[in-house]
């Protein structure tokens, strides 16, 4: 089957103007102290969209400066959370304001369609920030039931500077995800975003001393992950990290929090997810499901259902309707409407990716559709699906991060649940099912933070949302999100002449 790639068409779209390309520290906007610079790029052809400053230690430390005063000395800590709640719901009506522009910076840096960051990435952005900030002035202790005469009470303090790492597949989303708890909870922060897509970042940056977020609560440092990154993990004076990527530098960071400050960490990591579709589901509901599950935003999503196990007696329609409705998914540039899969981030994700269609092939299993770039110019991939994949190949253990789907055949309800949880992964999984109690019952057996039942990517930010095994712990979302940046302090103090 033939998917519809047209990759950079050659028409022409408005694209945004850059223009915040420096650190952002203690509310100004500066050079590295190096003056080294790094270039972003357009994923549509690679071309150069800006030179953005190289942070690196010494910058991660002027950050964590201006971050450790404005926690020790400044407002912000100190406010009561209704008055952070105000400077955060303009923060967020800032965001809405510049909607337009927001999107097309996270469509240029990394791929995105224009329409979903519209519809989706930056107003769920603001309305994030908003949840939070309806939680600013409900963060209670507790009084505890002391055992002898003693009056106990905690109080939730903010854990102080915390250390924000991101990756870039959805910069505006995890910017949000990890701010607005921690400016919710009291925290002041350091954020490094990744360096395939620092844009937005900066921009967020502007617009929170516009909205009238104190210097030194926000600060943006741009940069690499060995670098800027590292130093964050490593650093004496920050007081957690929270982080987003991949295991390999998770482990990282977790190694870096270890040696020095044994400050906790938060790690969300990769994925393998499956998707269990039985016997009894409505096939093309099913199939539709199953297409998006993978190949929306291009496959580069940790909860990307990569893994799809069909019952036998719908596996072979299965098949043949997902052959066809590959036809009808549109690869091409992110700007235009009617497009439903841009290029993939950079060269190394794209040559990840095809790197790892090379070895679904030598593996032995069966091409059904895609398996090749396309476009005279950029990194678009089209929409590929393996069939006659086995649980032990590469294809089917490792995260692709791309639009590649593995699909594979079961027969009951126990072997669905033993292969599913064949993985050393754990973030979400899906099921699709007519029989609630047999939705209810896998639910209960997958070992993974998140399952979509007849649905997938059914994120809410009331929903929390993290890993089970080698793809994390802690949570995002929910207010669960929010312990990450809180202390807990207990206090007692003798009671004399009490009734009880
Ligand atoms: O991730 P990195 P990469 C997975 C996905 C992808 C693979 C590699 O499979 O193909 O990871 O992507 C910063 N100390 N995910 O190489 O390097 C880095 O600068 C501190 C899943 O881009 O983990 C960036 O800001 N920080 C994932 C961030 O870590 C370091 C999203 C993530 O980049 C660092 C992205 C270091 N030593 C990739 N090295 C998800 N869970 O959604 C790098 N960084």
């Known amino acids: 089957a033939e998917t519809q790639c047209n990759g950079s068409s050659g028409k022409q779209f408005k694209l945004p103007e850059i223009k915040f390309t420096k650190l952002f520290i203690n509310g100004e906007f500066m050079d590295a102290i190096s003056g080294k610079t790094f270039e972003t790029m357009d994923p549509r052809g690679g071309d150069v969209i800006a030179k953005v400053a190289a942070g690196d230690k010494d910058d991660v430390d002027l950050a964590v400066k201006a971050a450790r005063d404005a926690f020790d000395h400044g407002k912000w800590p100190r406010m009561s959370g209704f008055d952070r709640r105000k400077i955060m719901m303009k923060f967020a009506d800032l965001i809405e304001e510049n909607l337009e522009e927001l999107a097309a910076l996270d469509s240029l840096d990394g791929g995105k369609l224009l329409t979903l960051g519209k519809a989706i990435d930056i107003p769920e952005a603001a309305n994030t920030l908003r949840y939070y900030a309806g939680a600013a002035d409900k963060i209670h202790g507790e009084t505890l039931k002391m055992s002898r005469a003693m009056h106990g009470y905690t109080l939730r303090e903010p854990i102080g500077v915390a250390g924000i790492i991101i990756p870039w597949n959805f910069p505006t989303t995890m ?23 620092p844009l937005s970042a900066l921009y967020y940056a502007h617009l929170a001393k516009l909205a009238g977020i104190p210097d030194g609560v926000i600060n943006v440092v741009t940069g690499f992950g060995s670098t800027a990154g590292a130093a964050i993990a490593s650093h004496m004076d920050i007081d957690m990290v929270a982080f987003t990527g991949s295991t390999e530098v998770g482990r990282l960071v977790m190694e870096a929090a270890a040696k020095s400050n044994l400050k906790p960490v938060s790690l969300e990591l990769g994925g393998k997810s499956p998707l269990i579709i039985f016997d009894d589901a409505d096939v093309d509901m099913a199939v539709d499901l199953a297409r998006l599950a993978i190949f929306f935003n291009k496959g580069e999503i940790c909860v990307a259902g990569s893994r799809v196990y069909v019952q036998e007696g719908i596996y072979d329609e299965f098949v043949k309707k997902s052959a066809e409705k590959a036809k009808s998914w549109v690869v091409g540039d992110p700007f235009d409407p009617s497009v439903q899969q841009g290029p993939q981030v950079d060269k190394k994700q794209f040559e990840k990716v095809l790197k790892y269609i090379e070895h679904g092939k030598s593996e032995g ?3 059904l559709t895609g398996g090749k770039s396309c476009g005279e110019k950029g990194y678009y991939i089209e929409p590929t699906i393996f069939t006659d994949v086995e649980d032990d190949m590469l294809i089917a253990q490792d995260e692709i991060f791309g639009p590649v789907m593995s699909l594979m055949k079961f027969k009951t309800v126990e072997e669905a649940i033993e292969r599913a949880n064949k993985t050393r992964y754990g973030l979400a999984a899906g099921i699709v099912t007519k029989d609630l109690n047999l939705a209810n019952r896998v639910s209960r057996s997958i070992r993974a933070g998140i399952i979509w039942v007849n649905c997938y990517f059914a994120f809410d930010r009331d929903c929390p949302f993290g890993g089970y095994k080698m793809s994390g712990f802690g949570r995002d979302n929910g207010l669960h999100a929010l312990d990450k940046y809180l202390q807990i302090k207990s206090v007692v103090t003798p009671l004399y002449d009490s009734p009880w």
């Open 175 to 197: 910017f949000f995800v990890k701010v607005s708890p921690a400016l919710a909870a009291g925290c002041t922060m350091v954020i490094k975003p990744a360096e395939q897509t």
């Open 365 to 367: 299993a069966t091409l």
